[in-house]
């Protein structure tokens, strides 16, 4: 049996001859809150209508909870929550009677309204009617409507889209807490890295269809590190770096490392210093994650 509860195998999606989604191979883990990253167009909401059912493949398999959702779709697809695009209401309703609206459809015992309302902090403003809702309060009914039947996995595309920051704020602290008090496996989308950083434990970023990242949040940061050395002899460490196939430049009279992991900085100071060239300074040089995943998206590039 497969550690992961979303399993896809070269899945694509081509409309005409533009591909959408190019083989992707996504791998989510339980309890996990996998965070669906890239910039617009890159085919984040069409591999999430894939998962949902929505969006017939073109190519490849999907396997959830183990099970192929291509035969085993209605058992499937009864333990997944969503929010996919923008969720419509009946503005001349309340937000707990459009919630009650929805329960019927699928059944659940109407205490679970109660509760979902409380999750998304909507409870004082259950009995108001959904056409004078907030955009925040619109998107939070949505996450509640997806929380009704407490599904195993939730689906969210862009949940902050159009939010302003406390909004945003307030939805990643109620995502946040589901995994560990309800046992759900979440996978969220944006293509704002910084919305999800806080809460994703694993991310993927897609650019152009193709997954061009699948790791742990820390695993990208570290990727992409870039370590400056200052030595008393800045041509000699260079040569001996190079001769031990560790990849610097020099640069403003320091020796400049790209991604490098711990071991090889140690390696590279180790190495410099028992060639008895003193080692000053060893720095790193901080760049926001947003900065990696616009480098990574914005300029095609791949790790
Ligand atoms: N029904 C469709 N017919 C033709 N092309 C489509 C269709 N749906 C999506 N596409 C194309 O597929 C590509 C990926 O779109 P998708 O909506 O999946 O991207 P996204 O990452 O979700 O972006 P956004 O954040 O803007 O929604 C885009 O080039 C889009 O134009």
């Known amino acids: ?84 695009e923008s969720p419509s209401y009946y503005g001349h309703l309340t937000g707990y009677e459009n919630l009650e609206v929805i329960r019927r459809l699928i059944n659940v015992p109407k205490q679970n309204i109660d509760e979902v309302l409380e999750i998304v902090r909507l409870t004082n403003q259950k009995d108001k009617l959904v056409k004078k809702y907030s955009l925040g309060m619109k998107q939070r009914l949505g996450i509640a409507a997806s929380l009704l039947a407490y599904p195993k996995l939730l689906i969210l595309d862009e949940p902050t889209n159009g939010l302003d920051p ?61 370590v400056k050395m200052r030595v008393s002899n800045l041509a000699e460490s260079y040569r001996i770096l190079q001769s031990n196939n560790i990849i610097s430049t020099i640069k403003n009279g320091c020796l400049v490392l790209n991604n490098c992991d711990d071991e090889k900085i140690a390696q590279a100071n180790q190495l410099i210093v028992t060639n008895h060239i003193s080692v000053y300074r060893i720095e790193e040089e901080r760049r926001t994650l947003e900065d990696i995943f616009l480098e990574l998206t914005g300029k095609g590039g791949s790790l």
Do not use: C, W
């Open 1 to 84: 049996m497969s550690q992961y509860i979303v399993e896809t195998q070269n899945l694509t999606k081509k409309y005409g001859d533009h591909f959408s989604v190019k083989q992707l191979n996504l791998k989510v883990k339980e309890g996990e809150i996998y965070g669906f990253l890239g910039p617009n167009g890159a085919g984040k909401t069409t591999t999430l209508k894939m998962l949902l059912g929505l969006v017939k493949p073109t190519e490849g398999k999907i396997k959830i909870f183990n099970k192929d959702l291509n035969i085993h779709r209605t058992n499937i697809l009864k333990n997944i929550g969503s929010l996919v």
């Open 166 to 226: 406390a909004g945003i704020q307030e939805i990643r602290e109620l995502i946040k807490q589901l995994p560990s008090k309800y046992g759900m496996t979440v996978i969220i989308s944006s293509h704002l890295l910084s919305e999800i950083d806080q809460i994703a434990t694993q991310v993927g970023i897609i650019q152009k269809g193709n997954l061009i990242f699948q790791d742990k949040i820390e695993k990208l940061r570290k990727s992409k590190s870039i």
